[in-house]
């Protein structure tokens, strides 16, 4: 059956992005240090479209997140909400360039209607205004069977939790202080069944994997 | 060399303790929950004078928190701050009981002095009025070469962390979200070099210790 499976990468004290996030820090103010982690593995590498790269002990985390997942739910701010000055005789584009990096059906929770938007590489952005129950359906349709990834931010995914929909949380626990920005489980009472079932060390990053049965 | 080592609970959410503390309790609403994964422990039913217990991956872990610790530094919460009615006749003798499972010097920084208070099983609580540098030095020389713990809660904590004393952080990351109470890291900017150098899998927390050397 297909699962809905959160994934963030999240500061010691508790953040998902920085703060005053921009078109220059789309991640807020030292939101980029939350993912180094990432950056120098090939199994990240090569769904961006880079050669190269190493393999630690986060590689299976990352290869176990980006397998079986057959469509993304993301919030607006996440696909590139408030991207400040750009040439407006072009559609935008959100932040993830010409080829995204997901290879399959994006759903964008928002509150702005708009027409699909296909990009190259499989990627398909679909605006969703209403609600995530609604974001769900749709992705749930478009991953014919395999899971769906809830790739954030701090507020579609609080509106998840809350709602009890998230079957699966893996979250990497960047050991660094952001002070101020989003935190994921503002609002956030409870886990909705959902428990520590693994842990595992790696170089700048601690995986916590949560799920329910 | 002497160091000084903080050690704490936390919830997945952040928090040290619950809201609410009172004399009921005096971790706060479900603060308590922070430490389930400690009280079955052999190893820490001992030092509270209690036989049997289980032995798992935080064994070791709190073995190594015990080794070596010459005094401790709490809060004035944490000795028992607020406690309530209690019989005036008796001097106030923290939420410790007759016997805490300290064995050695306990510094208690806090605006109100009073003389020391001698337990059963060689804790002697300290009160010391004039802020957290003093009771270092206190601690320090009271240790006698071995390192001082620094238990919480988190003001102290925090006033401690921003001063750049801490010299190890053993985190024991508890799988449960609060909701509320008093945040670890409300207010520090930044860790002053501690690292993440070891973390341990064990049932129920997740184990980060940072240190610098």
Redesign the interface.
Known sequence: MSRLRLRLSIS???FVAGSNQSAQHPLGEGGEDLHQWVFPLAAWRKPHGLEGGKTDESTPVLEEELTNSGATIMGRNMFGGHPGPWDRTKPWMGWWGARPPFHHPVFVVTTHPRPPLEMEGGTVFTFVTDGIEQAYDLARRAAKGKDVALAGGANISQQYLNAGLVDEMQ?H?V???L?SGA???DG????HDL??V????AP?V?H?K?SRE
């Open positions: 010691l004290d508790g979250l626990i050991p660094i202080l002070g935190r994921l489980f956030v009472k409870h886990l428990r520590l693994k842990t595992v060390a700048n601690t916590l949560f």
